[in-house]
């Protein structure tokens, strides 16, 4: 198994470990940046890096689509392809899918849809959307699910779950069939050893002799844009399956039995912020999380908001991703340690506190309420750059802080769901 | 006098040397980045530190109205408002407002103008310039001038600089009777002590001996951003005048003239870069700068090209400006040492090399052809990023590659022309 979790400290329902994955571990529990079309929106990978972050999401949807699956696959997969070599997981394209409602058409073979950039019609299936992501290479990809809609009626909600259950299997039988064609697995193509050197002063160099400068351009046009290392031969990916069962408990209860049944290295609750009201998604959520296996990781999709996360980091889920920190960055809504902050406000204008004066990241220690609400309001794009790192390092922090508080107190039965 | 340049080493009509501000020296000839709003479009101040910016530049039309003078002020300046504390010079407002053709009216007593923005009326004179520049506070600040339009008739062109004549010494005895309000100066606010916590693990923090992990902000209202040390008291700025007289010759000689019979710390070439050919600004550079004084510091506005950066700090110009290498990495225009690249082309999609095979800058280490066409093809933010620290590299690294080049073979001159 090329994906798995080693539980270290448990505190009630909550647990803290390491998810160990082909390209390196990721402290558990996790919260994932979402990077659609392989970037963190304005973010580099140096500063994703140096915020600690260890594993982001791709969306397939939108690297299908954009830049294409086999220029990734050609470019050596996705982390080489943007250059991560840290942990990705891509989801399997089926909640975007769902949510073109008027441009698809499921039957029991998969989807028909059209691409919302340009209309062109596509089709993806089960074994379609593991090819895909075996090609665009990360660490964890996802089954090919129907994200029931909200609200569905007793009969469409199993319906929709049996229809994910019939994929599942189609899944795990196309993976184990194909999983060595990973970019970066058997057949991987050998990375170049050369780097370009780094001192390097500049772009251009003038020779000093002369007695016009000249451009000398020490141009090399194989030179490779750096080193890459592949995981050792033979990993392969961490295929997880998904629960489904709409908002009611019972099915939700089947759906993991019967996913389970067909075996994978980790499972996901998916399904949910789809509409409904939050309470109902943690009554869904903190039931079915009793029916998945203790020892495995536990990935709650698309959720949620720092309270969210922190509430079902101790509830046990081990990894969550959601485009709030990201999005609302976008939009001039900060988290901090005083609540939100809608950085527009005319009321910061002359603010020369710090965003969050309880915050130790980059924007915080450098930069006032005043000159983030002047970007905002002249629509600099430093604004949303900044907004970003702030919110980014607002979740990461309010995770590792939870995996702290987890470990700073074991209770005695560590040792029973380690793994 | 607060702005002096120190000339170390000549090699024919180019010099080498520091200009020295209140906020640093900086290494001339030098390339001024445009941050128009307080920011350089998309790039943090760290990384504007990284890349080895020495000082920048800033557009008092549009700080005018956004933030709004009085703003910048309050917050102690536009150092400390964008949290700068390298030299910046501020343009004086006038290129912006001519350029507002339909928007404007001119008189002997300043510009009557309406904003882009929202239409409201406002009025220039060279004493609100002056005011306004004060009140923001760059090292470096320029006289209010009329840039001639281009083509100009005889008559026109002589009216015009006579119009600039009559502002510089306007300009200059208001600055002499106001120089000390500058907000870092002899008035200065006193800077605020102490420093966030720089080693703060995040935004939040849990109690971990409570059952629940709480957030327990760490909260300090008052809590500035960062320590601040001001210029020595006394300091002041460096008010530079600007010669103009279109595109004769003649004029530009009588221009040079009596601007430095008025008498300032610095002078720069105005009014280019309007339209006209590009031989012809090189000739007016060219018999223009042979009318300035060798011993201080030359600044040729609004060019160029890195072809025309390298061939004016040849010719002798110390300081240059412009917003091509921004403004084209926003379009996907990236200079490299084997010439222009437009990202945005098909023939990059699948390209594993660096944009530039001879360029140590952070994105051609780590990023590929591919990926940036990528970014730019999706309209990722991450696009305009990338391309701007290429891009503002590029140049900072010409500019280095250059000084290197004078200072290689110094000419018996030097000490003629070093002050």
Redo the contacts between chains.
Sequence with gaps: MSVRLKIEVTRGAARAGKLITPHGEVETPVFMPVGT??????????VLEELGVEILLGNTYHLYL??GVE?VR???GLHR???WDRALLTDSGGFQVFSLTDLRKVSDEGVAFRSHLDGSPHFLSPEKAMEIQIWLGADIIMAFDECTEYPADARRARASMELTLRWAARCKKYFEEHKFEVPWGGKARVAPDAF???????????D??SA??R?A??????????AWSSPANGATQGLFGIVQGGMDVELRRESAARTIDIGFPGYAIGGLSVGEPRELTRDIVLSTLEHLPAGQPRYLMGVGT?EEI?QYA?AGVDMMDCVLPTRAARHGLL????GKVSIKQARY??D???L???????V?????R??L???Y??N???A???NTV?NL??Y???M???R??IR??PDSDAKVTGV
Tied chains: 1, 2.
Excluded at 37 to 46: A, H, N, P, T
Excluded at 217 to 224: I, K
Excluded at 356 to 362: K, V
């Design positions: 079309l392989g970037s963190v929106k304005g973010i580099s990978q140096d954009r830049p220029t050609q470019m050596g392809f943007m250059s370009v050197q780094e001192g390097s002063a500049g772009c251009s160099s003038f000093t002799q016009e400068p451009l351009g020490r141009a090399n046009a194989s030179a490779p844009t750096r720092p922190a101790q988290f901090t340690s005083e204008a002359r020369e506190n710090a969050d004066p309880a915050c130790g990241c980059r915080c220690r450098r930069y006032s005043a000159y609400r002047h970007l309001a002249a600099e794009l430093l949303q750059v900044l702030h390092h607002y990461l922090a309010t590792r802080t939870l702290a508080w700073a107190e």
